[in-house]
């Protein structure tokens, strides 16, 4: 009981640093910080103009000395420096949002399974640059498992897809360990551009980013649905350069979307195809677990039960699982700090 109680009142920072968005978790609070990882810059001066969901606001909205910057592409660091402003303003405000003071935070960063050294690298120097005393790495599949209560260091097979902003996830885990995993560039981003693709070639209409992602979440579908859904979308003619409205069908999108998800269907496929039988007979009894905020789209669990054979279930609340289980880790580190990448010992030297 005396471990617990110093855990719930530790600095101890959990964090899903995503593409889409950055979820931050307190031991002791839960989740206290949701919002869209963006970052708006004056290009002129250099300063950060604003961070998170007033930024998003600014999205193909902003002047041209303002950029509206996304520091992560598919799941990994692209702009080092906006990264560690982002993480500063997180740690930032979880501090303030914290009931007591806080001194520089041990975090644990969620990262995309298969990321190279480097990438790890930068992730660890963006969060000791942004104020942390320490930074602890975990896979995001693992993280997720965790979150979701997966028996994880059972000696049985858990699947998991962890269908993110930049990123898919595919993972066997089995004994504490991922046996085997893919990474994919196909998730919710690659969705938003395969509706824009569309509606520009069949209706010759330029969408914005925002009106994708809106549109997906509205009347996305991976299969058929008993209702037909329809809704308007707005954007520039490509012929006449004026603004133009349309009505688009969920069938538009599935057709838009078509063909990421044969992708991602095949590279599940592929991953139990290289997992080992016993594994296999384990996952064909307990399912495949599907998280992150792709997974919500309408009809894609049906789709994967009917290609693959096997169950398909939806974790509750699929967006938050990965920082619940950095959340669950740092609770207990002492259980699970098998499970974390070393810290020092896979980098190469400075």
Do not use: W
Request: aromatic share 4%; net charge negative.
């Amino acid at each position: 009981m005396i471990k617990r109680f110093n855990n719930m009142f530790s600095n101890d920072i959990g964090i899903d640093l995503g593409t889409a968005n950055t979820l931050v978790f307190m031991c002791g609070q839960g989740i206290i910080i949701n919002e869209p990882s963006v970052v708006a810059v004056n290009q002129k001066t250099g300063r950060i103009v604003a961070v998170g969901k007033e930024a998003k606001q600014m999205v193909g909205r902003t002047p041209a000395h303002i950029a509206a910057i996304r520091p992560m592409v598919d799941g990994v660091i692209s702009d080092f420096e906006v990264t560690e402003e982002m993480l500063s303003y997180f740690i930032r405000k979880a501090q303030e949002t914290g009931a007591r003071k806080m001194v520089r935070p041990r975090i644990l960063v969620g990262v995309p399974s298969g990321i190279t050294n480097v990438e790890r690298r930068a992730v660890r120097d963006a969060g000791i640059n942004a104020g942390a005393k320490e930074v602890m790495i975990i896979e995001e599949p693992m993280a997720a498992a965790i979150g979701i209560h997966l028996p994880i260091k059972d000696p049985v097979g858990n699947m998991i897809v962890d269908i993110g902003g930049g990123t898919t996830d595919i993972a066997v885990i089995s004994l504490g360990g991922i046996v085997q995993a893919k990474n994919l560039k196909i998730a919710g981003d690659k969705f938003n551009e395969d509706i824009i693709s569309y509606v520009r070639d069949e209706f010759k209409i330029l969408l914005g980013q925002k009106t994708a992602e809106d549109v997906k979440i509205a009347i996305g579908s991976a299969c058929k649905q008993d209702v037909v859904m329809e809704a308007s979308i707005r954007g520039r003619d490509l012929v006449t350069g004026l603004p133009r409205e349309v009505a688009i069908t969920d069938k538009d999108i599935r057709e838009a979307l078509s063909g990421s998800l044969n992708v991602l269907v095949n590279s599940v496929k592929e991953v139990l195809e290289m997992t080992p039988p016993e594994i296999v007979s384990d996952i064909m009894h307990r399912g495949i677990v599907m998280v992150g905020g792709g997974s919500m789209i309408s009809g894609l669990q049906s789709v994967l039960e009917q290609e693959i054979g096997i169950p398909v279930y939806i974790a509750d609340d699929p967006l938050t699982a990965v920082v619940r289980g950095t959340g669950i880790v740092l609770e207990d580190m002492d259980m699970y700090k098998e499970v974390l990448i070393d810290n020092e010992d896979e980098l190469p030297p400075r």
